[in-house]
């Protein structure tokens, strides 16, 4: 594919698309995850990502889903983490296909999808990611995040990050 992807926000006919792309990568990244069953935001994608307050863009070459990214309103579940009365959004379902990474298309998407909840009036971007998901820290650290926890669970070690907009 020589194409350059072109990103798009997603619409109703692309959401069968946009989940089996984003079921699948899950899969490959968290087998042990994607045995537990489908997590509630892609069980209700189209409620939560088009209807609701979630966003929701892919970057598509030659007709193919090749990466996505989306965000959902922060739910306050991690106690350690307090975003009391500022607008909170949580950076979730970032996949790239192998072929497409290392190409700055990651750091685009991204980009979108800061603008978009600037332009929501997003205060606060917040994501966690883990240690064993090659050069993930690093491209959030890149993007202006800043790592505010790091849970002492030996296998996941979750990372908490987050950006003020």
């Given at each position: 594919m020589n194409q350059r992807p072109v990103l798009q926000a997603v619409t109703a006919a692309d959401s069968t698309a946009v989940l089996a792309f984003v079921l699948e990568a899950r899969a490959?990244?968290?087998?042990?995850?994607?045995?537990?069953?489908?997590?509630?935001?892609?069980?209700r994608f189209e409620a939560?990502?088009?209807?609701?307050?979630?966003?929701?863009?892919?970057?598509?070459?030659?007709?193919?889903?090749?990466?996505?990214?989306?965000?959902?309103?922060?739910?306050?579940?991690?106690?350690?983490?307090?975003?009391?009365?500022?607008k909170t959004v949580e950076v979730v379902r970032l996949f790239v296909l192998p072929?497409?990474?290392?190409?700055?298309?990651?750091?685009?998407?991204?980009?979108?999808?800061?603008?978009?909840?600037?332009?929501?009036?997003?205060?606060?971007?917040?994501?966690?990611?883990?240690?064993f998901l090659p050069g993930a820290i690093d491209f959030w650290l890149r993007q202006g995040f800043e790592i505010v926890d790091v849970e002492a669970d030996p296998v996941w070690q979750t990372t908490h990050m987050q950006r003020y907009l």
């Open positions: 490959e990244l968290f087998p042990k995850l994607s045995a537990t069953g489908m997590p509630d935001d892609l069980a939560t990502y088009l209807q609701g307050d979630g966003q929701f863009l892919i970057a598509r070459a030659e007709g193919q889903i090749v990466a996505a990214i989306g965000y959902l309103p922060y739910d306050g579940r991690f106690p350690q983490l307090d975003y009391q009365g500022l072929a497409f990474r290392r190409s700055g298309l990651a750091g685009e998407l991204y980009r979108a999808l800061e603008a978009k909840a600037r332009a929501d009036g997003v205060e606060v971007v917040y994501l966690h990611t883990h240690p």
